[in-house]
């Protein structure tokens, strides 16, 4: 009787945890500055599904940005307006921004929320292209088909901004405004306006906002249990750490750099395996980037000339001028890397730039390694030529074993036999060749 009545408890037990309900499961993701392209829709479409997998209530995406590539943009839309779990957008943390393609997806979140003194918008495409300069000297404006261009890209992101907004049920006007007129709204008028939902200090203050609304997917209504849920965060494989790592702009003129200056090694010194080997990954490495970033062709030309320069400077005695110009035209190269924002009409870049930290940096290590080696080629032109083994007289040494009057000593990067011919000298003392007879040493005591 005593057993039963123990395995009855237990069971009583157990009927009665598992009547308690569970506690609620809400999924994450960090996205700090990133750039909107390819690798950042196969992560978030990995983390939808793995936020659908483990049954959470829903996938939290906290995220800053200065834009991107249209086409990943409108496929990360796409995700999330057709994703099963819903999906909460959050500008975040305090400063952060939602700039130009960042927009698009923080409207596409079921839910979305900033954090206070964060911004979104500037969503306006411009064509600037590199206006030629007319005869009387002034640059001339966007043709008329540049115009035409520009107002058909624009009517067609209004549409996809004003479709996203009318899906979520929020601000189709002030949506437009974003695109039409570059607007940016801070976290409380965007909240004021009804471009977002809500604002939230944080995370965990999120959780508390949003526990107990109601969300429509695609699979249907949807009531959010937030509150005091367990938090998972979903992070990016090493892989995809990579590949985003690829996307900044400073790496990926860094790489360009590399490559140049493993090029320019292998010219100066043939036959060296490692720096051409170096060169030619990073350069590999560089078109990668190149085609996540809107890379400028003026930017890469300039570098182009910039290694060009180096290089005559090798073979040509300009005194240091050729070089100095490979400096300039190197750090132009890094500036112009990369347009203006919004000069592309394939993007909605923000700021995006080579640091200026980066810029110097790379003058200042290219520029000191270009004078180091004009310095051995001028040292090497002024040495007097020498033949056969006469180049050891003169040369200094140490003896390595005592001279009386026969011994060791160490010149000229080898062993030798040598005679003092001018007294005995003790091991470790310094020592002149005077002649050399065969392959022995003539030496005296160094003074």
Not at 147 to 158: C, H, P, Q, S
Not at 162 to 178: H, S, V
Request: glycine content about 8%; aromatic content about 6%; hydrophobic content about 50%.
């Amino acid at each position: 009787m005593r057993k039963l009545a123990v395995a009855t408890a237990l069971v009583a037990l157990g009927l009665a945890l598992n009547a308690q309900p569970s506690r609620p499961h809400v999924c994450y993701v960090v996205l700090k500055d990133v750039v909107v392209n390819p690798s950042l829709k196969d992560f978030l479409q990995r983390a939808i599904e793995q936020a659908q997998s483990d049954n959470a209530e829903c996938l939290i995406v906290q995220i800053t940005t200065p834009g991107g590539m249209v086409d990943s943009m409108q496929e990360i839309v796409r995700l999330f307006l057709n994703s099963p779990v819903p999906v909460v957008t959050f500008v975040a943390p305090r400063g952060g921004n939602a700039d130009s393609a960042g927009a698009f997806i923080v409207m596409a979140g079921h839910i979305a929320a900033m954090a206070p003194a964060s911004r979104i918008g500037a969503a306006h495409p411009i064509i600037m292209p590199i206006a030629p300069v007319s005869p009387g000297g002034e640059e001339r404006g966007p043709s008329e088909s540049e115009r035409v261009m520009l107002e058909k890209i624009t009517n067609a992101v209004v549409g996809t901004i004003k479709a996203i907004a009318e899906e979520r049920e929020r601000n189709t006007k002030w949506a437009e405004k974003m695109v039409r007129e570059s607007a940016v709204l801070t976290a409380r008028e965007a909240a004021a306006q009804k471009v977002v939902d809500l604002v939230a200090e944080d995370i965990y203050d999120l959780l508390q906002k949003i526990d107990g609304r109601k969300v429509r997917t695609v699979a249907g209504l949807k009531t959010l249990r937030t509150k005091d849920a367990f938090l998972h965060e979903f992070r990016m494989t090493p892989k995809e750490k990579f590949l985003h790592f690829l996307s900044n702009p400073s790496v990926a003129y860094l790489l360009l750099l590399i490559a140049m200056l493993g090029f320019i090694m292998e010219i100066y010194n043939p036959g060296a395996i490692l720096p051409i080997a170096i060169g030619v990954i990073a350069f590999i490495l560089f078109l990668f980037s190149a085609a996540l970033l809107p890379v400028s062709i003026v930017g890469v030309l300039l570098v182009l000339a910039a290694a060009a320069f180096f290089i005559a400077e090798l073979f040509v005695t300009s005194h240091g001028v050729l070089a100095a110009f490979g400096v300039i035209a190197l750090l132009l190269g890094g500036y112009m890397l990369f347009p203006e924002p919004g000069a592309m009409p394939q993007n909605f870049y923000g700021f995006l730039r080579v640091a200026p930290g980066t810029l110097v940096g790379a003058g200042l290590i290219t520029g000191g390694l270009m004078v180091a080696a004009l310095i051995a080629i001028v040292r090497g032109q002024k040495r007097e030529t020498v033949v056969g083994q006469e180049w050891i007289v003169g040369q200094v040494g140490e003896a390595r074993t005592d001279l009386t009057p026969t011994g060791t000593v160490f010149v000229g990067g080898t062993w030798w036999t040598a005679e003092a011919v001018e007294g005995e000298i003790k091991a470790g003392e310094r020592i002149e060749v005077v002649a050399i007879e065969g392959l022995r040493l003539k030496v005296r005591r160094k003074s």
